[in-house]
């Protein structure tokens, strides 16, 4: 759990990181009654707002081809459900750069001790085969390294086909 913030009287909203991505999920007040939010792929939430007294909150999804969509979450009931609406609020684009070309996959690795680390290989899609490749990596002293935007990684992954 990363952050937790009151929403629409009786709600909170929480910010979680599992296996490298930030979920969203909304709850009563002793953490029932649990709704994830659907977000549009592997990615980070750069901010997030609300306060008890609005039943709508905002949240800003970055991902490793999305630059920024801002989000806003409506909650309501009927008939005693809680109900979660959401729409884009806000789209960052990229002028001249159609950045529905990528694709993200996660896999999985076993290190010496056992241990499986998430990895995440961007790609133009359908690309298979080999590739150059940009290799990163972070770990350690429980911080996670989240999916971010890059330009130049896209422009490599475009111009030269490779992988990131």
């Given amino acids: ?11 909170l909203v929480l910010l979680y990181i599992r296996d490298a991505c930030e979920e969203i999920e909304i709850c ?4 029932k009654n649990r709704q994830k939010i659907k977000l549009p792929g592997y990615g980070s939430i750069e ?16 991902s490793f081809h999305d630059p920024g969509t801002i989000f806003r979450s409506k909650v ?10 959401t729409s884009i609020f806000y789209k960052i684009l990229v002028p001249g ?7 993200t ?3 999985r690795f076993k290190v010496k001790d ?5 990895m995440f290989v961007v790609s133009s899609k359908g690309q298979r085969g080999a590739a150059p490749c940009v290799l990163y990596g ?5 911080i996670s390294t989240t999916p971010t935007f890059s330009l130049s990684r896209l422009i490599f992954i475009k111009h030269f086909g490779g992988r990131v």
């Fill in 28 to 31: 009563d007040l002793n953490g």
């Fill in 76 to 85: 309501g009931k009927v008939g005693g459900k809680v109900t979660i609406e």
């Fill in 105 to 107: 996959n996660q896999t």
């Fill in 138 to 142: 972070y770990g350690g002293f429980n």
């Fill in 47 to 62: 901010g997030i707002s609300s306060k008890k007294s609005n039943d709508e909150f905002f949240y800003k999804f970055v």
């Fill in 114 to 118: 056992g241990t499986f680390i998430p």
């Fill in 97 to 103: 750069f159609d950045l529905n070309i990528f694709e």
């Fill in 1 to 11: 759990l990363e952050t937790a913030l009151p929403c629409a009287g009786d709600r």
